[in-house]
């Protein structure tokens, strides 16, 4: 691709970003409230020692719920429930990884593969409704995230509940010291701020792995051109039935670490506190990132930063719902202008090739 | 001959055999609860919401448009028809509620049809933006009102009104009470015929002026999309748009009613909720119920009837939920039994790996049932849910989708 | 002179190309006029001015002697102008009577007036003598009907000059001579009408005058009886029109494929075909023939393992291939080209470098041993196909999108003849793409056949299917009904066993 193409494609999501500020301080200025010092004051907050920590442990899970959202997305399959997947991995995970004490490094990588293989167990039930029953995936997903739900509620109470505890509310028990991810504060030298996920570096291989099965790999080409043009994929051997559910099984199993930078490296155990909407957000997430390993980690942060320092806001007297209005317009525009530059690149394209065959 | 018959029989036993299990489930003393006026009435206005967003999904598929942004136009009607309802009252609320509802579609219709994002993409977004949006309003609408918070709002003011039909239901006249003659029936507790009248009573009785109002665009839906010009266009569009460009149909213009249309209804089915129902604003209370929608929309075949007969289904479930939790462990055996006939209408078709998987899937059930004295509360939450799967799996595959659904238009791109 | 449309010195460029230069056509009131011209020659460019849906750069137009400056379909409808496209603008979906009125009035909420129209239109219809059944789905219909659907509704919205865009490349001879049956009708009963086309002989057989044009311009306008076929086609490319070239090796006795009573049905029990057998044998070119829809389709997708059959068995090169996977079947040595190249051929938003792999993902040249894929490879054989096939793009980096329809099908055809197949299926191999790319498709395949190529080649084009094959068997309701040699046999008699008028 010629470089100034290469630029028209970035120039989408700073456009949606510029347009998203615009319409958010508009809104501002009608609530009352003076929108130049709200992002000043946001910025200030975003740019803290402690804030970025805070980001950074908030951008993992969501570039990984990306990532995973993304391998479906590839292949024009829409996986909406990375959030009941990552929440079923994570609940069981916790409880079983719970139960025992190994050496650190095995005992994790043991807890990272019980929820790998939960979570893709249970997005594999959508890809089954869909090559044998027809159920779109975008009904079954939703539905399995409220059946999801449902079923960590029940058990949260009368299967993993901590026996004997004293806590009012029901949690799982505390993962043993074993289990627990160390802190990357030692290597930065960060000792004063609060810990830094050490689940940062699998968000990082999980990245470059993303990025060699999707482009590098015999079957990320199957998936590509499934998600380009279905029936030509199936002409040229594709079984579609097949890659479905090896589609929809990779994405739950990307799904199934989403959970694990909060409970390996901050809770420890699964209470009803634990994160929620993290699936949905991954969504956003990729949707921003177009699928791109560098994009979505660049998405991940962006969002990161805006629910982080929006925190300073009602402090300030300033709704700090109003970076969620500019999350979702982020979304919206990028969406759109994403659509705009593609279509302007395929027909300079076009008249590229036209020019040169003449000459 | 008889294996026709046989064949006819099974092929209908997704439809018969829950029907009849119900009713005779229905007969024992614990479960009476399954066919009472009041569990059809509660049907009934939980099949409303289900319903109206199926109607909303229609609209826009019919015109080509896959609206997965049903729920994101519902949370819209929730909030603004809480809104009107609390500034102006139920009937402003309403109407309130379908114009936010539209405004969505319309976002919707922009992202589609005029820059040809992926209808899935932009639908997902609607309902990101659509949660987004609630929130915040909510927090700046209600900020110094009592008994309202960031995910919840103030209780409407006004009543939408009821309507008791006279002597059938027992309504009253002049301000006196009538007789209720399918009341009475129901009471008999005659097999079948008294579990009909409750159900015609469930639609007798108590019903909110609101549902009327719903209920009507039923028929409406029918006149307008298939016995109008503009409805005919509509359609026309949805089945192959160049076609119809070269005949001066506006493609966009049809696409864009289509689609606004879809997030009115929807946001109608989100102010039903609120002015019909909870009476407040709740954060969530849409529950996937735009999602449910579509699958009614699908289970009804693309017709305004089969959509209403879908919801209809869904609704019950809903209500069994609500209404008693004794009557879903009823539901246990139900399940049993129609796995039982699955799993032999697998043998019959000798699809012996299917059949047994039934046959165990069956045997849990009824152990499950024996076992227990009712269904935890966390599993009867998503009954309408597990229920959608189900009706979706073994609903017909058949269905008649609009030719270029979901396939983006560039106007003027006539061969 | 009583002229339905006169075009005065119309010229229209897009980018790069000028596609009408100085354009002047008179066509008479109540003619039959035929403007011919090959892929590329300004037909579709001057119909669409015509038809208001492009206007032209310079050059005036006028209808029954009055100016006329139109600027969408809706204009030229007004003025009695009428157009049936190629591919039919019906909706499947709704019924006959639907898409007729579909339109006519305004997107209002009032009743529909199904049974007014109804008998409108069925006026209509007698007045024309055509007949049709106006509550049927389109989607039940033959090709033939819905033409005559596309022409009722051209006619019930007031047209007297029909535009008619190669009518009979869809059809079989039998239905053409109904539509020229039809057509003549009309004519009779005053509508002028505008046949577009590159079949000498229809032409010759309906048209009043004649109308040639060659790259954008207006050659000559002559009538029927003062021309022949070759003068005609002298001045459509200033050479005689290309022919498939002859065999120059004999069939050898190998079975490649063996196909042995297959039937296939769908979930609900209609038949796609039953009991099919054919063999294919070394350095043969067998052509099927049938009418669309008569179950050729099927058999071909189940050869390579897209469909699924009830019973028979398939053996390629002596090997029961029944349990195979597509993929299996794809690298054991069979290739395969979809009739649809953009659908089902390419992936139309990635590169040639890419697009060169589809459909051999799995074979050591593409896939390393750590499953990832062998780019390199990819780009060296691209390169090598678009050398070898003619294939014109700026490089291997270009997008499939980018080309013209000619030069993605020699890619395609490239891409499934460079990797030594021993069967090759093509299906429709030169659609829609102009008379160059063509002839050199003959050429390769003829070449490939000589060479020992199996072929396997189903094809609307019976000019091209007689031309090429050495057999001929003929599809009619999922059977085969003859099978024929091509030295002895006429399109007409194939359409007779297309159709089932003959057995």
Same mark, same amino acid.
């Given at each position: 691709?010629?470089?100034?193409?290469?630029?028209?494609?970035?120039?989408?999501?700073?456009?949606?970003?510029?347009?998203?500020?615009?319409?958010?301080?508009?809104?501002?200025?009608?609530?009352?409230?003076?929108?130049?010092?709200?992002?000043?004051?946001?910025? !200030?907050?975003?740019?803290?020692?402690?804030?970025?920590?805070?980001?950074?442990?908030?951008?993992?899970?969501?570039?990984?719920?990306?990532?995973?959202?993304?391998?479906?997305?590839?292949?024009?399959?829409?996986?909406?429930?990375? !959030?009941?997947?990552?929440?079923?991995?994570?609940?069981?995970?916790?409880?079983?990884?719970?139960?025992?004490?190994?050496?650190?490094?095995?005992?994790?990588?043991?807890?990272?593969?019980?929820?790998?293989?939960?979570?893709?167990?249970?997005?594999?039930?959508?890809?089954?409704?869909?090559?044998?029953?027809? &159920?779109?995936?975008?009904?079954?997903? &939703?539905?399995?995230?409220?059946?999801?739900?449902? %079923?960590?509620?029940?058990?949260?109470?009368?299967?993993?509940? !901590?026996?004997?505890?004293?806590?009012?509310?029901?949690?799982?028990?505390?993962?043993? $010291?074993?289990?627990?991810?160390?802190?990357?504060?030692?290597?930065?030298? %960060?000792?004063?701020?609060?810990?830094?996920?050490?689940?940062?570096?699998?968000?990082?291989?999980?990245?470059?792995?993303?990025?060699?099965?999707?482009?590098?790999?015999?079957?990320?080409?199957?998936?590509?051109?499934?998600?380009?043009?279905? &029936?030509?994929?199936?002409?040229?051997?594709?079984?579609?039935?097949?890659?479905?559910?090896?589609?929809?099984?990779?994405?739950?199993?990307?799904?199934?670490?989403?959970?694990?930078?909060?409970?390996?490296?901050?809770?420890?155990?699964?209470?009803?506190?634990?994160?929620?909407?993290?699936?949905?957000?991954?969504?956003?997430?990729?949707?921003?990132?177009?699928?791109?390993?560098?994009?979505?980690?660049?998405?991940?942060?962006?969002?990161?930063?805006?629910?982080?320092?929006?925190?300073?806001?009602?402090?300030? $007297?300033?709704?700090? !719902?109003?970076?969620?209005? %500019?999350?979702?317009?982020?979304?919206?525009?990028?969406?759109?202008?994403?659509?705009?530059?593609?279509?302007?690149?395929?027909?300079?394209?076009?008249?590229?090739?036209?020019?040169?065959?003449?000459? | 001959?008889?294996?026709?018959?046989?064949?006819?029989?099974?092929?209908?036993?997704?439809?018969?055999?829950? @029907?009849?299990?119900?009713?005779? *489930?229905?007969?024992?003393?614990?479960?009476?609860?399954?066919?009472?006026?009041?569990?059809?009435?509660?049907?009934?206005?939980?099949?409303?919401? @289900?319903?109206?967003?199926?109607?909303?999904?229609?609209?826009?598929?019919?015109?080509?448009?896959?609206?997965?942004?049903?729920?994101?136009?519902?949370?819209?009607?929730?909030?603004?028809?809480?809104?009107?309802?609390?500034?102006?009252?139920?009937?402003?609320?309403?109407?309130?509620?379908?114009?936010?509802?539209?405004?969505?579609?319309?976002?919707?219709?922009?992202?589609?049809?005029?820059?040809?994002?992926?209808?899935?993409?932009?639908?997902?977004?609607?309902?990101?933006?659509?949660?987004?949006?609630?929130?915040?309003?909510?927090?700046?609408?209600?900020?110094?009102?009592?008994?309202?918070?960031?995910?919840?709002?103030?209780?409407?003011?006004?009543?939408?009104?009821?309507?008791?039909?006279?002597?059938?239901?027992?309504?009253?006249?002049?301000?006196?009470?009538?007789?209720?003659?399918?009341?009475?029936?129901?009471?008999?507790?005659?097999?079948?015929?008294?579990?009909?009248?409750?159900?015609?009573?469930?639609?007798?009785?108590?019903?909110?002026?609101?549902?009327?109002?719903?209920?009507? @665009? *039923?028929?409406?839906?029918?006149?307008?999309?298939?016995?109008?010009?503009?409805?005919?266009?509509?359609?026309?569009?949805?089945?192959?748009?160049?076609?119809?460009?070269?005949?001066?149909?506006?493609?966009?213009?049809?696409?864009?009613?289509?689609?606004?249309?879809?997030?009115?209804?929807?946001?109608?089915?989100?102010?039903?909720?609120?002015?019909?129902?909870?009476?407040?604003?709740?954060?969530?209370?849409?529950?996937?119920?735009?999602?449910?929608?579509?699958?009614?929309?699908?289970?009804?075949?693309?017709?305004?009837?089969?959509?209403?007969?879908?919801?209809?289904?869904?609704?019950?479930?809903?209500?069994?939920?609500?209404?008693?939790?004794?009557?879903?462990?009823?539901?246990?055996?139900?399940?049993? @039994?129609?796995?039982?006939?699955?799993?032999?209408?697998?043998?019959?078709?000798?699809?012996?790996?299917?059949?047994?998987?039934?046959?165990?899937?069956?045997?849990?059930?009824?152990?499950?049932?024996?076992?227990?004295?009712?269904?935890?509360?966390?599993?009867?939450?998503?009954?309408?849910?597990?229920?959608?799967?189900?009706?979706?799996?073994?609903?017909?595959?058949?269905?008649?989708?609009?030719?270029?659904?979901?396939?983006?238009?560039?106007?003027?791109?006539?061969? | 002179?009583?002229?339905?449309?006169?075009?005065?010195?119309?010229?229209?460029?897009?980018?790069?190309?000028?596609?009408?230069?100085?354009?002047?056509?008179?066509?008479?009131?109540?003619?039959?006029?035929?403007?011919?011209?090959?892929?590329?020659?300004?037909?579709?460019?001057?119909?669409?001015?015509?038809?208001?849906?492009?206007?032209?750069?310079?050059?005036?137009?006028?209808?029954?002697?009055?100016?006329?400056?139109?600027?969408?379909?809706?204009?030229?409808?007004?003025?009695?102008?009428?157009?049936?496209?190629?591919?039919?603008?019906?909706?499947?979906?709704?019924?006959?009577?639907?898409?007729?009125?579909?339109?006519?009035?305004?997107?209002?909420?009032?009743?529909?007036?199904?049974?007014?129209?109804?008998?409108?239109?069925?006026?209509?219809?007698?007045?024309?003598?055509?007949? +049709?059944?106006?509550?049927?789905?389109?989607?039940?219909?033959?090709?033939?009907?819905?033409?005559?659907?596309?022409?009722?509704?051209?006619?019930?919205?007031?047209?007297?000059?029909?535009?008619?865009?190669?009518?009979?490349?869809?059809?079989?001879?039998?239905?053409?001579?109904?539509?020229?049956?039809?057509?003549?009708?009309?004519?009779?009963?005053?509508?002028?009408?505008?046949?577009?086309?590159?079949?000498?002989?229809?032409?010759?057989?309906?048209?009043?005058?004649?109308?040639?044009?060659?790259?954008?311009?207006?050659?000559?306008?002559?009538?029927?009886?003062?021309?022949?076929?070759?003068?005609?086609?002298?001045?459509? +490319?200033?050479?005689?029109?290309?022919?498939?070239?002859?065999?120059?090796?004999?069939?050898?006795?190998?079975?490649?494929?063996?196909?042995?009573?297959?039937?296939?049905?769908?979930?609900?029990?209609?038949?796609?075909?039953?009991?099919?057998?054919?063999?294919?044998?070394?350095?043969?070119?067998?052509?099927?023939?049938?009418?669309?829809?008569?179950?050729?389709?099927?058999?071909?997708?189940?050869?390579?393992?897209?469909?699924?059959?009830?019973?028979?068995?398939?053996?390629?090169?002596?090997?029961?291939?029944?349990?195979?996977?597509?993929?299996?079947?794809?690298?054991?040595?069979?290739?395969?080209?979809?009739?649809?190249?953009?659908?089902?051929?390419?992936?139309?938003?990635?590169?040639?470098?890419?697009?060169?792999?589809?459909?051999?993902?799995?074979?050591?040249?593409?896939?390393?041993?750590?499953?990832?894929?062998?780019?390199?490879?990819?780009?060296?054989?691209?390169?090598?196909?678009?050398?070898?096939?003619?294939?014109?793009?700026?490089?291997?980096?270009?997008?499939?999108?980018?080309?013209?329809?000619?030069?993605?099908?020699?890619?395609?055809?490239?891409?499934?003849?460079?990797?030594?197949?021993?069967?090759?299926?093509?299906?429709?191999?030169?659609?829609?793409?102009?008379?160059?790319?063509?002839?050199?498709?003959?050429?390769?395949?003829?070449?490939?056949?000589?060479?020992?190529?199996?072929?396997?080649?189903?094809?609307?084009?019976?000019?091209?299917?007689?031309?090429?094959?050495?057999?001929?068997?003929?599809?009619?309701?999922?059977?085969?009904?003859?099978?024929?040699?091509?030295?002895?046999?006429?399109?007409?008699?194939?359409?007779?066993?297309?159709?089932?008028?003959?057995?």
């Amino acid at each position: 691709m010629k470089l100034s193409l290469r630029i028209a494609s970035f120039s989408a999501p700073i456009i949606a970003l510029a347009i998203s500020f615009g319409l958010s301080s508009l809104i501002l200025l009608f609530i009352g409230k003076d929108p130049i010092e709200t992002f000043q004051i946001m910025f !200030e907050y975003g740019i803290k020692g402690k804030s970025i920590v805070s980001i950074i442990n908030r951008s993992i899970p969501l570039y990984i719920s990306a990532i995973a959202v993304a391998v479906g997305f590839k292949m024009g399959l829409f996986n909406i429930g990375v !959030e009941g997947q990552y929440l079923v991995g994570s609940i069981v995970a916790a409880f079983i990884g719970s139960q025992f004490s190994i050496i650190t490094p095995l005992h994790i990588l043991f807890i990272i593969l019980i929820a790998v293989a939960c979570s893709a167990m249970w997005a594999a039930i959508a890809g089954y409704l869909k090559v044998k029953k027809g &159920i779109h995936e975008v009904i079954s997903t &939703i539905m399995l995230n409220y059946i999801g739900t449902g %079923l960590i509620s029940y058990s949260l109470t009368n299967v993993f509940d !901590e026996k004997g505890s004293e806590y009012e509310l029901p949690r799982t028990p505390e993962l043993p $010291d074993t289990g627990q991810m160390p802190a990357l504060n030692n290597l930065f030298g %960060l000792e004063d701020l609060q810990d830094l996920h050490g689940f940062l570096f699998v968000a990082i291989i999980v990245g470059i792995f993303y990025y060699w099965l999707v482009w590098k790999t015999t079957l990320g080409f199957d998936l590509r051109i499934t998600g380009s043009n279905p &029936i030509a994929a199936k002409f040229s051997g594709i079984n579609p039935n097949r890659l479905i559910v090896v589609a929809m099984v990779t994405s739950g199993g990307f799904a199934g670490l989403v959970g694990l930078g909060p409970l390996l490296g901050y809770f420890h155990r699964f209470t009803i506190d634990f994160p929620t909407g993290l699936g949905f957000a991954g969504i956003a997430v990729a949707l921003l990132g177009r699928n791109h390993p560098f994009g979505m980690g660049v998405g991940a942060l962006l969002f990161a930063f805006l629910e982080r320092s929006s925190q300073i806001l009602d402090l300030n $007297d300033v709704p700090k !719902e109003i970076e969620r209005m %500019l999350q979702a317009f982020i979304l919206l525009i990028v969406v759109v202008f994403y659509e705009v530059i593609r279509r302007f690149i395929v027909k300079q394209q076009i008249k590229d090739a036209s020019k040169k065959v003449e000459t | 001959m008889t294996q026709n018959i046989f064949r006819s029989i099974f092929r209908r036993y997704i439809v018969i055999t829950p @029907i009849l299990l119900v009713l005779i *489930v229905a007969q024992m003393e614990e479960y009476s609860q399954l066919t009472t006026s009041g569990t059809f009435g509660a049907a009934i206005r939980l099949a409303i919401p @289900i319903m109206l967003a199926g109607l909303g999904g229609l609209y826009s598929e019919k015109t080509g448009v896959v609206n997965i942004g049903l729920e994101g136009m519902m949370i819209m009607g929730t909030w603004f028809g809480a809104w009107g309802g609390f500034t102006f009252g139920a009937w402003q609320g309403v109407f309130i509620g379908m114009l936010g509802g539209a405004l969505f579609g319309l976002i919707h219709a922009i992202a589609t049809v005029s820059f040809q994002v992926d209808h899935i993409v932009s639908g997902v977004a609607i309902n990101i933006l659509a949660a987004g949006v609630a929130r915040f309003l909510n927090v700046i609408a209600f900020e110094d009102i009592a008994f309202a918070s960031s995910t919840a709002s103030p209780r409407i003011t006004g009543d939408i009104g009821k309507l008791t039909v006279p002597y059938l239901a027992g309504g009253n006249i002049n301000g006196e009470e009538t007789s209720n003659f399918f009341g009475y029936i129901e009471d008999l507790n005659i097999f079948l015929v008294s579990d009909f009248a409750g159900l015609v009573l469930g639609f007798l009785s108590n019903i909110s002026h609101l549902t009327i109002f719903a209920l009507a @665009i *039923v028929p409406l839906s029918v006149l307008v999309l298939w016995n109008t010009p503009i409805g005919l266009q509509m359609r026309s569009v949805g089945e192959y748009p160049t076609g119809s460009e070269s005949l001066g149909v506006n493609v966009y213009l049809m696409k864009y009613i289509g689609v606004t249309i879809s997030g009115a209804l929807s946001g109608l089915a989100g102010a039903y909720l609120v002015i019909a129902g909870t009476g407040i604003y709740l954060e969530g209370q849409t529950g996937g119920r735009g999602f449910i929608g579509l699958a009614s929309m699908l289970f009804g075949n693309y017709k305004p009837f089969g959509i209403l007969m879908g919801s209809g289904l869904f609704g019950f479930a809903d209500a069994l939920q609500l209404r008693s939790p004794k009557a879903v462990h009823g539901l246990l055996v139900i399940i049993a @039994i129609f796995l039982f006939v699955l799993a032999l209408k697998t043998l019959f078709e000798k699809k012996y790996i299917p059949s047994l998987i039934s046959l165990v899937l069956s045997s849990g059930f009824l152990i499950w049932f024996l076992n227990s004295e009712s269904i935890p509360n966390q599993f009867v939450y998503f009954t309408p849910h597990i229920t959608t799967l189900i009706v979706l799996s073994f609903s017909n595959q058949r269905i008649k989708l609009p030719e270029k659904i979901g396939v983006p238009y560039k106007k003027g791109e006539l061969s | 002179m009583n002229l339905a449309i006169n075009t005065k010195n119309i010229s229209k460029s897009y980018p790069g190309v000028l596609a009408n230069s100085n354009v002047s056509v008179q066509i008479k009131k109540s003619s039959i006029h035929a403007i011919v011209g090959e892929n590329g020659a300004g037909k579709s460019t001057l119909m669409k001015i015509l038809y208001g849906m492009t206007k032209p750069d310079q050059g005036e137009i006028e209808v029954f002697d009055q100016p006329a400056n139109m600027s969408s379909p809706k204009e030229a409808i007004n003025l009695g102008i009428g157009m049936v496209h190629q591919h039919f603008m019906l909706a499947k979906n709704l019924t006959v009577l639907e898409n007729i009125i579909l339109g006519i009035d305004k997107p209002s909420i009032k009743n529909l007036g199904l049974k007014k129209y109804k008998k409108l239109i069925e006026e209509v219809m007698s007045t024309y003598s055509l007949d +049709i059944d106006l509550d049927m789905f389109v989607e039940d219909l033959s090709v033939g009907e819905k033409q005559r659907v596309e022409i009722i509704k051209v006619l019930f919205r007031g047209a007297k000059i029909l535009i008619l865009d190669e009518p009979t490349a869809v059809l079989v001879p039998q239905e053409v001579n109904e539509l020229f049956k039809n057509l003549n009708n009309l004519k009779q009963n005053g509508v002028t009408i505008i046949f577009i086309s590159h079949k000498l002989d229809e032409v010759l057989e309906i048209a009043d005058d004649i109308s040639v044009m060659r790259t954008g311009e207006l050659i000559d306008s002559v009538k029927n009886e003062n021309v022949s076929k070759t003068e005609l086609a002298e001045m459509m +490319i200033g050479k005689s029109l290309p022919t498939p070239p002859p065999r120059s090796t004999e069939t050898k006795q190998n079975k490649i494929l063996d196909i042995k009573s297959i039937t296939s049905e769908s979930v609900d029990g209609r038949k796609f075909f039953t009991d099919v057998s054919f063999s294919v044998f070394e350095s043969e070119i067998l052509g099927i023939a049938g009418v669309e829809g008569n179950g050729q389709k099927e058999v071909v997708e189940s050869i390579i393992g897209i469909q699924n059959i009830e019973s028979g068995e398939i053996f390629f090169n002596g090997e029961n291939i029944n349990n195979k996977t597509t993929r299996q079947r794809l690298e054991s040595g069979i290739s395969f080209i979809p009739e649809d190249r953009q659908l089902q051929a390419m992936i139309m938003d990635m590169n040639l470098t890419n697009n060169v792999i589809i459909g051999r993902q799995n074979i050591e040249k593409y896939k390393s041993n750590l499953a990832t894929v062998k780019i390199k490879n990819a780009i060296k054989e691209s390169e090598n196909v678009i050398s070898l096939f003619d294939v014109k793009t700026p490089n291997t980096n270009t997008l499939a999108t980018a080309l013209s329809g000619g030069n993605q099908q020699k890619f395609v055809v490239g891409r499934e003849l460079e990797d030594n197949p021993s069967l090759l299926i093509a299906s429709q191999p030169t659609r829609g793409i102009d008379i160059g790319a063509q002839s050199l498709i003959w050429e390769k395949l003829r070449q490939s056949r000589d060479n020992g190529l199996a072929v396997l080649l189903i094809s609307a084009d019976l000019e091209e299917l007689i031309g090429l094959s050495d057999r001929i068997i003929v599809f009619y309701q999922g059977s085969t009904v003859k099978e024929l040699s091509s030295d002895d046999v006429s399109p007409e008699d194939l359409g007779g066993y297309m159709t089932g008028l003959k057995k």
